[in-house]
């Protein structure tokens, strides 16, 4: 079992371009979150999923940011025209499931963005 | 103000001495989890509590949510226990909120 598998592990991107940060939960984990890092804010809630369909993304800031389930094994990141605010290490997790006390979260090793 | 409350922010041990971390909640938690952040960035659970206690190795942590806290213990703290340790608090909806960390170093 190779984790959670977040790619790249490092993107710098120029101020208004856009980033797509990529994350392969554990193979049979059913709820994958994704959150964010930085040294002002600490860890802050994203947005997670739970069998693939989006159920809370209220911590997603609304203009630029999005994220996909599209299947089972990967989720996707995406933030468009990038702004230096959005420098920070994003960090997806999985669990086995919200429910049932299994919301165990495994993190992977996260995708520095650094916004020139 | 912080929904997850940690202390101390920071500590110092020597090898081989014990130490304590706590987290103080103002949402009702359900669970708690407790990870350790290692220098190369790596969030390791430690443990995922109901109301209650665990014990592995030199770590023991407990849950009570009527009191709405969490605690940490490390006995004879080893060089590799140095990093920052996060707890996280399952809020409404399944997801969970962090503290600030407290960044721990042992020191030989």
């Known amino acids: 079992n190779a984790g959670v598998i977040q790619t790249p592990r490092h993107k710098v991107t120029g101020k208004g371009q856009e980033a797509t940060l990529w994350c392969e939960p554990i193979?049979?984990?059913?709820?994958v979150f994704w959150y964010r890092q930085t040294i002002v804010q600490g860890l802050e809630f994203l947005t997670y999923f739970r069998n693939q369909a989006p159920i809370d993304d209220s911590g997603m800031p609304k203009e630029r940011f999005s994220a996909q389930m599209p299947n089972q094994s990967h989720s996707t990141l995406k933030i468009q025209s990038t702004q230096p605010q959005d420098s920070a290490v994003y960090l997806c997790?999985?669990?086995?499931?919200?429910?049932?006390?299994?919301?165990?979260?495994?993190f992977g090793a996260g995708t520095r963005l650094s916004v020139l | 103000g912080d929904k997850v409350k940690q202390s101390p922010s920071a500590l110092s041990l020597q090898e081989g001495t014990n130490s304590a971390l706590r987290c103080n909640f103002s949402?009702?938690?359900?669970?708690v989890q407790w990870f350790l952040q290692n220098p190369r960035g790596s969030l390791i659970n430690l443990f995922y509590l109901v109301p209650g206690t665990k014990e592995n190795g030199r770590l023991k942590s407990a849950f009570d949510s009527k009191e709405s806290y969490s605690t940490l213990h490390i006995r004879d703290a080893q060089l590799e226990d140095s990093g920052t340790y996060f707890c996280?608090?399952?809020?409404?909806?399944?997801?969970?909120?962090f503290g600030a960390g407290t960044r721990l170093k042992v020191i030989a």
């Open positions: 949402i009702a938690a359900t669970t």
């Open positions: 193979s049979g984990h059913s709820a």
């Open positions: 996280a608090a399952e809020a409404r909806d399944y997801k969970y909120v």
């Open positions: 997790a999985s669990s086995l499931d919200v429910r049932g006390g299994q919301n165990t979260l495994y």
